[in-house]
């Protein structure tokens, strides 16, 4: 990978010499190609797509069910699995709002863990709520990992649904998550996977996973905002009750009845999101062309140099110093996360700081918050000089009062 010239195809990278960019794990930037496209749509189509009788309408919607099919094949899916959704919260709740409410009963038990997001663990807290079922946690190892063996310990017959997430959003695990599939289908329990850390960092291969859901988010993999894939396996989503309805999404509505088109689009209710759709592809084609492996690998070796030099500081805890993909977890030790945040951003260092929309894992980790630097394939060591810099110009400051 030619970090230099990948740089050099993002806008804000370009006009922002001095910034390391470390907050990947919110957002990712966006290259010119993406902007593009969505530029594109909007300079010379800007009409709406499937409804519309004239030659424009057809091109722009070629262009956006072009864009469902390479986004499919980016995470080996058909192109009837592909839903478009606004992101991976509402993917989530997609998959508990309409599968987890038909199919859940009293006395049913779903499985999660305190890994989890907010909008992957939330709906089902509510699902469990209404349905009179169990929601249950998977124990976290000594570390905050997700174990096979911890997973064993809390599936049973009476499980229905695993929402669980594949890379974590603060501690950057990787769930060990094909074998805990292939043990949630031996009980016949469906698993909802959170990919919105996973697909835009490694080779995300749906069939070869097995999952029966994957949510994942277009801004966080280069793509616009207002974006996101549920994918589901076909005969799942054929079977599932839309949870919007209205424009698009109807087959023939009378008085008395009404029926849905096929999936994906009875999930897709009104005017779809079509420049985010060609947007989001154009991104899939680009972090492909440069290759979702290279990218995971390079991510691990930025932050394996990062996490050594933050180890030399006195006074900083490290949450997850074995993680393997690009995302720290620490805090400067009496420093407020927040209050570290604003001195990142003094040394022109962009970070994130508090609980990350996840707050059982930092109850687990016993703190108020975490400051988290997370990595993509354009940072470079520059950009964990930087990254050291304003960990130590931090604690000076701090230590005064
Ligand atoms: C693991 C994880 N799941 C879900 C989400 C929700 O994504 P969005 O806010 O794009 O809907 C995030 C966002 O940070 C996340 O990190």
Redesign the pocket.
């Known amino acids: 990978m030619d970090i230099l010239k990948l740089r050099n195809d993002f806008p804000v990278l370009r006009e922002n010499k001095e910034l390391a960019y470390l907050d990947n ?2 957002m990712a930037l966006k290259p010119d190609c993406v902007i593009n496209a969505v530029n594109n749509y909007y300079e010379h189509y800007g009409v709406n797509v499937h409804r519309g009788v004239y030659q424009l309408s057809y091109e722009a919607t070629d262009m956006y069910e072009e864009a469902r099919n390479t986004i499919a094949s980016f995470i080996n899916a058909s192109f009837e699995e592909v839903v478009f959704t ?7 709740n997609l998959v508990a709002s309409s599968y987890g409410l038909h199919n859940i009963n009293p006395g049913d038990e779903v499985i999660t863990t305190e890994l ?5 663990n939330m709906p089902w807290f509510n699902v469990c709520k209404v349905k009179g079922a169990t929601l249950k946690y998977v124990p976290l190892d000594s570390e905050g990992r997700i174990t096979v063996d911890a997973f064993k310990s809390v599936l049973s017959n009476k499980t229905k649904v695993v929402a669980i ?5 603060v501690m950057g695990y990787v769930t060990p998550i094909k074998e805990i599939i292939k043990l949630a289908h031996e009980v016949g329990a469906i698993v909802s996977l ?4 996973a697909v835009p960092h490694m080779n995300v291969d749906v069939k070869d996973l097995d999952c029966d859901f994957l ?6 993999l280069c793509g616009p ?1 207002g974006i ?1 894939v549920l994918y589901g396996k076909k005969e799942l989503l054929d079977n599932m009750e839309p949870i919007e309805f209205g424009g698009d999404m109807a087959d023939t509505v009378t008085k008395t009845s009404q029926t849905y088109k096929a999936t994906p689009y009875k999930f897709e209710a009104g005017t779809p999101i079509i420049a985010g759709a060609i947007g989001l592809a154009e991104a899939c084609k680009y972090l492909k062309n440069i290759g979702l492996d290279n990218i995971a690998k390079y991510e691990k070796s930025l932050r394996d140099k990062a996490v050594s030099l933050l180890k030399e500081i006195d006074g900083v805890t490290i949450y997850n110093p074995n993680a393997e993909t690009g995302i720290i977890a620490f805090n400067i030790d009496g420093v407020h996360p927040h209050d570290a945040a604003s001195v990142f951003d003094d040394h022109k260092v962009c970070i994130r700081a508090g609980h ?3 707050q059982l894992i930092t109850a687990w980790l016993n703190t108020i918050g975490t400051v988290r630097a997370s990595f993509y394939f354009y940072n470079t060591e520059e950009d964990i000089k930087k990254f050291i810099e304003g960990v130590k110009a931090a604690k000076d400051f701090f230590s005064q009062f």
């Open positions: 794990a919110a606004r992101g991976a919260s509402q993917s989530l989890e997001h907010h909008s992957s997430t594949y890379v974590s959003n959170d990919g919105a850390q949510s994942f988010s277009g801004h966080k905002t996101g990350h929309c996840a």
